[in-house]
């Protein structure tokens, strides 16, 4: 069974850093999507970036990016110039074999 | 363009009591999803219409149901509630099944059970 694991479960960082979310997950599938998802306090999910399992090339979306190590089933996501509205709950979600599965979530804190 | 509509948004419910929780989606969209978030448990995914039919369903009993309409809207039912089925149930919209495309989430319906 596919499993999605985020290993921290909260991350604080200086406003105006960088910060790193770490997302590994398991599965046998070659073809997926993987996904990270911000959950602010007002509770609604917003899709922050996606990446096709079979493009070789990372992901990007204006200061959030990844980097995705297929062979070694790892999808980090990387904040740039962190703001405080990043601070949120952020979701690694895996999607293949027509399911979504959702890791635990890390909250991020920004230090103002 | 309105994004996905949750109704109702709060909601409580007596133990053996049966719950219907109701999902606009974005104009356009023929899929919707349903995911039940919990401390415990977090983000679970429950099931997917697109263009009426179930396309796929999560590890979820049978007292979980739902349906789609030819308006895209979707129901999602539970039965016979449980105090573990207080959550916070999220539904996504997206214009092909889900993970073709981006996926638009409701605010949620909080579901208490007592």
């Known amino acids: 069974a596919q499993t999605v694991t985020q290993s921290q479960p909260e991350m604080s960082v200086q406003e105006a850093e960088t910060v790193t979310l770490s997302c590994t997950y398991d599965t046998s599938e070659s073809d997926y999507y993987l996904f990270w998802y911000k959950q602010p306090p007002s509770r609604q999910m917003i899709l922050v970036i996606r990446q096709e399992a079979y493009k070789q090339q990372n992901a990007t979306e204006n200061r959030f990016s990844v980097n995705f190590q297929k062979a070694a089933k790892s999808f980090s996501l990387k904040i740039s110039d962190s703001q405080l509205g990043d601070a949120a709950m952020y979701f690694c979600?895996?999607?293949?074999?027509?399911?979504?599965?959702f890791g635990k979530g890390t909250r991020l804190h920004i230090l103002p | 363009k309105a994004g996905v509509t949750q109704t109702p948004r709060y909601l409580i419910k007596t133990r053996g009591q049966q719950v219907t929780l109701s999902c606009s989606p974005i104009?356009?969209?023929?899929?919707v999803s349903w995911y039940q978030q919990t401390p415990g448990q977090g983000l679970q995914f429950l099931f997917e219409y697109f263009s009426e039919t179930q396309r796929n369903k999560g590890n979820f009993p049978g007292r979980f149901s739902g349906r789609q309409f030819s308006n895209s809207r979707s129901e999602m039912n539970v039965s016979t509630l449980e105090l573990g089925d207080s959550a916070l149930y999220l539904c996504?919209?997206?214009?092909?099944?889900?993970?073709?495309?981006?996926?638009?989430f409701g605010q949620g319906t909080r579901l208490t059970v007592v």
């Open positions: 996504a919209s997206s214009l092909y099944p889900a993970g073709d495309a981006e996926a638009f």
């Open positions: 104009s356009g969209h023929r899929s």
């Open positions: 979600a895996y999607w293949g074999d027509d399911k979504i599965i």
